[in-house]
């Protein structure tokens, strides 16, 4: 029998409004992709096994795949280029 890994995360709402507040928007906004993928994910794995629908599997393996480079703790560093918005309403718009 193959050996099962639990993971128990806790926190602490203060502590994470801290740590998001440090953040750049640039950081924060990553920072919630990559939450919301795990997130989105997980509920797409859940509901399958509730209602017994494979394509809610597949959903969550084409975001897996969307997002592997981001997912994966021992992957390398990515460079991230982030363009500032120069239309309507931007400091650029004439």
Known sequence: MELQHTIIA??????????????SPLERTLKETHEWSLQRMHSLCTKSMDTK????????????REFDEWL?????DHDIIS???IGEGSEYHK
């Open 83 to 85: 363009l500032e918005y």
């Open 10 to 23: 806790t926190f602490l709402d203060v502590t994470c409004e801290r740590i998001m507040e440090a953040l």
């Open 53 to 64: 629908d494979i394509d809610l599997i597949d959903d969550a393996d084409a975001i897996r």
């Open 72 to 76: 994966d703790p021992a992957g390398i």
